[in-house]
Every structure is written in C-alpha cells, then in structure tokens.
C-alpha cells in the first residue's frame, strides 16, 4: 500500500483537502492521508489551524501579496516537522509522497529535506507554494545523494503568494538538482483541475 499525504493551507484544516482524493487517486492500493495542523488558530477561525506562526504584522503583509518567506525560518518550524512525523501513518518501506498547499506545501518541503532518509519517498507536490528559509534548504539539499521528484504548481495572478516567489522556489530547486515539474497556470491562490489532473499523473507515474 502506498501513501500520499497532504498538508493544508493556512487558515484551514485537513477537511479543506480531502475531496481531492478522488480526483488524485490513481490506484486501490493508495492510501490518502490528510493531516491537521497542530495550531488552532485563536480566535478560532471555524477550525482553522496553522503549522507555524505568522504574527499579525507578517499577516498583514501577507494579506497584501509581500511577505515574502524565503529569508526567514519559523521558529517552531521544527517542532511542526517533528509533528507531521508522528502522525504520518505508515509502514517500513512503503513508498510515500508527501504534498500540501500553502503554508503547508511549505512544510512539505521542509519535512522531506529534514526526514528524507527515513522514508521511500516518490515524490513532492507542492501547491501555491514559496520559498521559506532557503540558507537551510541550501543546507539541508547540499547532503542528499538522491532527490525525489517534485510536481509545483502556481497561478500567475496569485494575491496571496506572488508568482515570483514561486520562481525563487522553482530556481532553488533546478539549481539544487531536483527533477522539477513546474506548472503556470491563469489563475490565483488555488488548485484548478487542470493542476488536479497534472498532478494526479504525476503520483500514477512516481508510485508503483
């Protein structure tokens, strides 16, 4: 059995994902796996959660389409990735590829660079996602021997997160060696169903 794991955004939960199972599950033996974030945001927003911190000037800016996370690392960022392992249910040896959206597609990131020899991986999606502390994606990526694939995807109108800094993220990754499949599409802070049916192909053809 093979598992695919996804992160929310911020601001949601693991609801907010989960009807793209159907669309993305190529096989029976796949398990999807939709995790909560371990925030709940306060005053809760209808169950909205975060996986890191953003205080409320960074939202502000965040709000506004210039925050941009490439120079900054969350400090219980690592508290958050050690989270997501104890809640990944899986068995030694299953192949796994692990997504997200957002913030969570950030952690996504984050999780494979720290934790990358402890799984069989098969690959990364990353959705509307940006660069978060690249020194230590630097860092982290300058030890691996092998690299999974990466699948990312970004509108080019995104308000939220600016196409640009998807750019940085796509850069870093080629520059770091990384099979990457980078899709535009017209669009803002989403995942339209063409990036659902690109994406669906890209886990049939990574799991066995």
């Known amino acids: ?13 693991k609801e907010d994902l989960m009807s793209l ?25 209808f169950g909205g959660r975060s996986w890191f911190e953003i205080n409320n000037y960074e939202l502000m800016k965040l ?3 210039n925050l941009d996370f490439s ?18 249910k899986i068995a030694p040896n299953e192949e796994l590829i692990l997504g997200g959206f957002s913030q969570g597609s950030m952690c996504a990131l984050h999780f494979y660079l720290k934790y ?4 069989n991986f098969k690959g990364i999606i990353l959705y509307s996602s940006t660069a978060l502390g690249l020194k230590q994606c630097q860092e982290l990526a ?24 998807a750019k ?8 770091s060696k990384f099979d990457v499949q980078f899709h535009e599409f017209q669009g803002g802070h989403q995942i339209p169903m063409t990036i659902l049916e690109k994406s669906r192909s890209f886990i ?3 799991l066995q």
């Open 168 to 175: 940085k993220l796509k850069n870093f990754l080629i520059e």
């Open 116 to 119: 990358h020899d402890q799984y």
């Open 204 to 206: 049939e053809h990574n």
């Open 63 to 65: 709000q506004a389409g």
């Open 1 to 13: 059995m093979a598992q695919v794991v996804f992160l929310h955004g911020y601001g949601a939960n």
């Open 21 to 45: 199972e159907p669309y993305l599950k190529t096989k029976k033996a796949q398990n999807f796996q939709f995790i909560d974030a371990p925030h709940l945001l306060q005053p809760a927003h």
């Open 142 to 165: 300058d030890k691996l021997e092998d690299r999974t694939p990466v699948f990312q995807s970004h509108g080019s109108t995104d308000a939220v997160l600016k196409f640009e800094y």
């Open 71 to 88: 120079n900054s690392l969350p400090k219980d960022l690592s508290d958050t990735l050690e989270y997501i392992n104890k809640n990944i």
